[in-house]
């Protein structure tokens, strides 16, 4: 089955940093998503994110669909952006996800 | 619009004890899915259903039963829970079933086994 793969594992940022995550996944996607798990475990959907580039106040998400990756980009990071950021395609028909292991975000004041 | 909804939010169980997990959508989504979280880890899929009355499994389902008589409810149950089922629990809906729709998650369900 399809492979997803997030780097970096761990991401430790000074408020006010920007940084970016990627995405990589090892066959051809009909979509993705990004989702931002709180520090409360709810899971809050960032971008659906197919291909191309969508922006949303601090973030941007863009996806090579080609070339199989997709990247976040988070400017100007604060404190509530802390948290562990997923992405998921779906896989084996229907629209059954597989998730990276996720990328731990910590923003430190 | 409430959107996904999970109860409870916390449940402590023994061995050997059985439960149900509910899940119910209000925006009338055909496709709906059960997701177990471990500990460092990402997602992974227990069942998922394209319809009322239609369910197949995922790639943990060992365990647990599902049903989906309506559109709006689909319910996850433990049979016999066992420590390895300590988890957090995550329903999803989308509109329909096909690859290119948006996922949507309740609020998870902590379950611990003890």
């Known amino acids: 089955g399809i492979q997803v793969e997030q780097s970096p594992p761990d991401l430790i940022l000074q408020e006010g940093a920007n940084s970016t995550l990627r995405c990589n996944f090892s066959d051809s996607v009909n979509n993705l998503q990004w989702f931002h798990q709180n520090p409360w475990g709810q899971l809050i959907n960032l971008f659906y994110i197919p291909s191309g580039t969508k922006q949303n106040g601090r973030l941007s998400a863009t996806t090579v669909a080609t070339e199989r990756y997709s990247l976040l980009y988070i400017s100007s990071s604060q404190t509530t952006d802390s948290g562990v950021y997923f992405c998921a395609v779906p896989s084996g028909g229907y629209n059954k996800l597989i998730f990276g292991a996720g990328t731990r975000l910590a923003v430190h004041p | 619009n409430a959107g996904v909804t999970q109860t409870p939010k916390f449940q402590v169980l023994k061995t050997g004890q059985s439960m149900t997990l509910q899940c119910a959508q209000d925006?009338?989504?055909?496709?709906m899915s059960w997701y177990r979280q471990d500990p460092g880890m990402g997602l992974r899929l227990i069942h998922y259903s394209v319809g009322a009355g239609i369910t197949d499994q995922g790639e943990v389902p060992n365990g647990y039963n599902v049903s989906r008589s309506t559109t709006e409810d689909f319910p996850l149950r433990l049979l016999s829970a066992a420590p390895s089922q300590t988890s957090v629990y995550f329903c999803a809906s989308s509109y329909s079933a096909g690859l290119n729709t948006e996922a949507f998650f309740g609020q998870g369900t902590r379950l611990t086994v003890v």
């Open positions: 925006m009338n989504h055909e496709y």
